[in-house]
């Protein structure tokens, strides 16, 4: 009883084993290993309870060989499943183990006409060489011919021995053959240089010729005692060969691993060294370069040796005012950083960095990619320029004039300062455009931009807002009466007549003033008084400013045409 209970420990750590591979790797044969051992512990298990409960020796007998039998099919659906659907492999082995059990439990429990019992047995072992001419692939020629020959003289020889004998150890010929039909298909699936294969196959075939050999001893000779001493020793045999496969497919893993490494460490040295970005890696602690591609050397200029006494931070370029006008430009980078490198002729890019911890020759080290964005900067910079300023004379739109405008305005009732808007219009343009032509308004259009803008602080705002209208935004004012002074120095500024192709041109303004608080408390309705000045200031003659506090307005000259 000792030598069982140590059978079933040992059994135990096997069926722990394989659960735990089964979970841990994607090959389905484990899982039926797994499952058969489960079927093989049982059928021990019930072997050692049969000496608690002589009086269940019949039910028990049944269990065992049941148990027993459905390990032994499992193992070889674990092996034909690897060449067909596990569906169709799980229904041939269900089938084939539904009628050896039918069979063998009708002959255990009661007993059958001897012509039936013949019957019986012939439509089984029919029934698996139909399976097995089926379901064994014609890509296996000496494992398939090998199979259907047991199939064929053994299943000859257990009709035979159900018609001539009492057939009571027929539920040990039914093992013998799975057993035989295993250890061909075990030796065969692993490769002929594969230790595990032959030793799966003598455990398998050991395995079934002591179940032969014990049909043939009678139960108290001394053969019967010597193959009980060693009974166990061919499962332990096949456990021993699957674990030594799982070894082998381990070993196996790593070398297809190691091939599948190396050849992606290839591509990767080919991306790497041919890759347009410039990429380098650097020590992880102290930021030395360790090794830069053909890109990085190229792009800043210089070499690997020269490289290699550098640390990454000695690339970066101190930031300066301009990084403020990055980032409202450009918006925060996905992935990385954006900084500015300097290259060794002194040139200065903007870089998107992206980095990743890597290990390199053993040691921590980062890998990293640099994008030059440079260009993009510049593109993007322009496209912004452009949606936010006029295309003829460079000033500011509509768009940011009245971002600045609300700006202004926050900031004049932060600090209690008045703030101006100046509404400049140009007197009689639309006669200049029909006199002259187009390129002679478009010219004195930017004339009059740079006259104005030369009269603006860069703190304030000049921006055209119309075809020939322009607006002014004049800030930190401490008092209303200064506003008229700006207004003045605007009107000043065309005393002068512009110069353009066709020779002296005279040209002046109109401009209506409104002051912040004292005039409006908003934007709009800033802007519209605004207007309403500048339209009595031509309405008053032109050449002058009008201003919304007042119906009054001020003229730089007297003799304006009327228009």
């Excluded at 250890?183 to 075939?205: D, H, I, K, Q």
């Excluded at 550098?310 to 950083?337: H, K």
């Excluded at 020939?468 to 002068?496: H, M, N, P, Y």
Aim: hydrophobic share 45%; with cysteine.
């Amino acid at each position: 009883m000792q030598g069982q209970a140590v059978d079933l420990v040992l059994l135990l750590l096997l069926i722990l084993f394989f659960g735990i591979q089964q979970r841990s790797r994607p090959q389905i044969y484990y899982r039926f290993w797994f499952v058969g051992w489960i079927f093989v512990f049982l059928g021990y298990a019930v072997w050692a309870v049969r000496e608690v409960q002589p009086d269940l020796v019949h039910l028990q007998d049944a269990a065992c060989f049941d148990f027993l039998l459905l390990g032994v099919l499992t193992f070889l659906t674990s092996l034909v499943a690897k060449a067909h659907q596990l569906q169709k492999a799980v229904l041939a082995g269900v089938a084939i183990g539904a009628a050896n059990v039918l069979v063998i439990n009708m002959q255990q429990f009661g007993s059958i006409p001897r012509v039936l019992l013949v019957l019986m047995t012939l439509l089984w072992q029919g029934q698996g060489f139909y399976l097995a001419y089926v379901l064994l692939p014609r890509r296996w020629p000496r494992r398939r011919a090998l199979i259907l020959t047991i199939c064929v003289v053994y299943g000859t020889a257990l009709v035979a021995y159900a018609g001539w004998t009492s057939a009571s150890n027929l539920d040990n010929g039914a093992v013998v053959e799975l057993l035989l039909c295993t250890a061909v298909l075990y030796g065969g699936s692993v490769g002929r240089r594969s230790p595990a294969g032959w030793v799966g196959t003598l455990g398998f075939t050991a395995w079934a010729a002591f179940y032969l050999i014990n049909t043939q001893v009678g139960d108290s000779s001394e053969a019967q005692k010597l193959l009980y001493e060693f009974w166990n020793f061919p499962k332990y045999f096949v456990g021993f060969s699957m674990i030594l496969r799982i070894v082998e497919d381990t070993a196996d893993e790593n070398a297809r691993m190691a091939e599948k490494f190396r050849e992606l460490s290839e591509d990767f040295q080919m991306i790497y060294d041919t890759h347009p970005h410039p990429m380098w890696i650097c020590d992880g602690v102290t930021g030395e370069f360790l090794l830069a591609n053909e890109a990085a050397l190229q792009q800043y200029g210089y070499a690997m040796e020269e490289l290699r006494g550098m640390r990454m931070a000695e690339l970066e370029s101190p930031m300066d005012g301009e990084t403020e006008d990055v980032e409202d430009v450009l918006t925060a980078p996905t992935e990385g950083t954006r900084v500015q490198h300097q290259h060794r002729d002194g040139r200065v890019v903007w870089v998107n960095i992206v980095e990743r911890e890597i290990m390199y020759l053993g040691q921590e080290a980062r890998f990293v990619i640099a994008r030059n964005i440079t260009e993009r900067l510049k593109l993007d910079r322009e496209l912004s320029f452009r949606a936010q300023h006029d295309a003829l004379t460079g000033l500011p739109n509509r768009q940011l004039l009245a971002d600045r405008l609300e700006q202004c305005l926050k900031a004049s009732e932060r600090e209690q300062k008045r703030a101006a808007l100046l509404t400049i219009d140009v007197d009689h343009f639309k006669l200049i455009n029909d006199t002259y032509g187009h390129l002679v308004g478009d010219e004195c259009l930017k004339q009059v931009a740079a006259r104005l803008k030369s009269k603006i602080r860069k703190v304030d705002t000049i921006a055209r807002t119309g075809g020939e209208e322009f607006t002014a935004i004049v800030s930190g004012l401490s008092k209303a009466a200064d506003a008229e002074k700006v207004a003045a120095s605007l009107l000043r500024v065309f005393e002068e007549p512009l110069e353009v192709a066709i020779g002296a041109l005279g040209v002046t303004v109109s401009i209506g003033v409104a002051v912040f608080p004292d005039d409006a408390t908003d934007a709009q309705m800033l802007r519209q008084r605004s207007d309403e000045a500048m339209y009595r200031a031509k309405r008053a003659g032109r050449n002058r400013a009008g201003y919304a506090n007042n119906m009054n307005v001020s003229g730089a000259l007297d003799d304006v045409e009327q228009r």
